[in-house]
């Protein structure tokens, strides 16, 4: 894909103000939008949208094919006549700033049953021919993922390794009994799924008539306890119990001396390879059908990946092993042609990594906060971009620009910062950033919300290697109504200053 000369904000629709909760597919997901094309902004980031589990991240999810119910608006809901406006005048008062995760998915919850009772009762006919065609064309995901939701709601939340044998493993008798007597609960999950979609592809329409295309995240593994590992055990490297037998993480290094473990099973990519690469390609086709660009999480493990025993404490104990390469890469172009995607190529990156991106074309990140840690040949110093370079201020991981100059940054990062920036007062180090970024060669520019709006380290999404409190921040309404004023004014200045306002996209 052309990244040509552009720009455009991250933002995760949990993020977005809502009266429900949680931010949503609803009417300020359409103000985002709006935000966006009047400041000359062509592209909109959002992070996994498929469902959340116990920690609430949407990294660990219980399906890479499926979608977050809890980002079904209300709203349209209403518009659709699958609720009445009735079933919304008794909201609790949810705090605008923060998801109150605890609070909101009960009541999104009880708000998805009462659709689904009322399309039982009285949906038209329209939304049920929509919804059998749904079902038809989605079917080779949908299946396995509503059949696991069932599931794993009637055995109380249980990992699937731990429910029956013969279910955790998939004995055919006992998967059609299952079927059977959960059909009711199936059939409303894949309703919801249905109404996500329904939501979703209404949206991006949206987003492609007002000139914005919207980047996707794509996790690199996906969580033990998920529809894909339970409907494709062979695909990955599990004990006969369906445990892991080894797992993913990072070795250590300079930010963590006993590395990471992130408990993830690693893929079996000789099986995948006989297979060839089917399920990566439906996890391609199913993301592309979601979005215009895909960032792909942790690329670095499509070369090489660090396996960890299964029962280690840490991650010291692991090694490399080798990934499925080019020969994944090029299977992915025969089936989907030139891949719209963006590598994570953060951290310490190896030869052979780089040489995998300059041979499909795929471009690279940079973050301005890596920049002032060395010295002027870092390549996350803007002097050093270049046009197959996605560079950001901050990404969901980072702190607020304006937390990582506070609490991040040791003091002679904060000296190499002020004099390479130019932070001479007339500007604050945020819409300074913003400058350098929007001036350097980048084919484009992202900028998380927080920075623009100038937000302290509270509005962080995610602090990496903590649990609890992470994925909640919200932009509060008045914050939203500024995107739209006077900060997407002065954004849309600086867009077109610097010639990236003029991009259109291929797509």
């Known amino acids: ?209 007002n000139g914005v295309s919207v980047v996707g995240d794509l996790p690199m593994y996906v969580a033990h306890d998920s529809a894909d590992v339970w409907s494709h055990p062979d695909l990955f490297r599990l004990d006969d119990a369906a445990e892991p037998t080894v797992v993913a993480g990072v070795p250590p290094d300079f930010f963590s001396a006993t590395g990471q473990l992130w408990g993830n099973p690693v893929y079996r990519w000789d099986q995948m390879a006989n297979e060839g690469y089917a399920w990566w390609t439906a996890r391609i086709k199913r993301a592309l059908a979601l979005f215009d660009l895909i960032r792909l999480d942790h690329f670095r493990g499509f070369v090489a990946f660090w396996a960890v025993p299964a029962g280690a404490e840490t991650a010291e104990g692991g090694q490399w092993v080798d990934g499925a390469g080019a020969a994944l890469f090029k299977r992915l172009t025969e089936s989907v042609g030139t891949l719209p995607v963006i590598a994570e190529n953060l951290g310490i990156i190896t030869d052979d990594v780089t040489a995998l991106m300059r041979r499909f074309d795929i471009p690279g990140m940079r973050v301005l906060q890596f920049a002032f840690g060395h010295n002027s040949s870092n390549e996350h110093l803007p002097h050093q971009y270049t046009p197959r370079v996605v560079a950001y201020t901050g990404t969901h991981d980072n702190n607020t620009l304006s937390g990582w100059w506070d609490y991040d940054t040791t003091e002679s990062e904060r000296d190499f910062a002020t004099r390479y920036l130019h932070l001479d007062g007339r500007e604050s180090l945020q819409w300074r950033s913003i400058r350098v970024l929007m001036a350097s060669r980048a084919g484009l520019v992202i900028f998380p919300v927080q920075d623009l709006l100038e937000l302290p380290a509270t509005a962080r999404m995610n602090t990496p290697g903590t649990i609890g409190g992470n994925w909640a921040w919200r932009l509060r309404p008045g914050e939203l109504d500024r995107l739209c004023g006077d900060v997407g004014i002065r954004l849309r200045d600086l867009t077109r200053l610097y010639g990236r306002a003029a991009y259109r996209s291929p797509l």
């Open 1 to 209: 894909m052309d990244l040509g000369h552009s720009s455009g904000l991250l933002l995760h629709i949990t993020s977005l103000p809502s009266r429900f909760g949680i931010g949503d597919l609803g009417p300020d997901a359409y103000r985002f939008v709006d935000a966006c094309a009047q400041a000359d902004q062509h592209f909109w980031q959002v992070l996994p949208v498929g469902p959340v589990a116990f920690s609430h991240s949407p990294y660990a999810s219980p399906s890479t094919f499926a979608g977050n119910p809890l980002l079904i608006s209300p709203d349209h809901l209403v518009s659709d006549g699958l609720l009445l406006q009735s079933d919304l005048t008794h909201v609790p008062e949810f705090e605008d700033n923060i998801v109150d995760f605890e609070r909101a998915i009960p009541f999104k919850r009880r708000l998805l049953q009462a659709a689904w009772a009322r399309y039982r009762a009285h949906a038209p006919p329209s939304i049920r021919t929509a919804f059998d065609t749904f079902r038809h064309d989605h079917a080779h995901w949908v299946d396995n993922y509503a059949l696991f939701a069932a599931l794993r709601e009637s055995l109380g939340e249980r990992r699937f390794a731990e429910w029956p044998r013969s279910l955790a493993l998939r004995n055919p008798n006992a998967l059609r009994t299952a079927h059977k007597r959960h059909k009711d609960t199936v059939v409303q999950q894949t309703f919801w799924q249905f109404l996500f979609q329904r939501q979703w592809d209404r949206l991006r329409e949206y987003c492609r008539n």
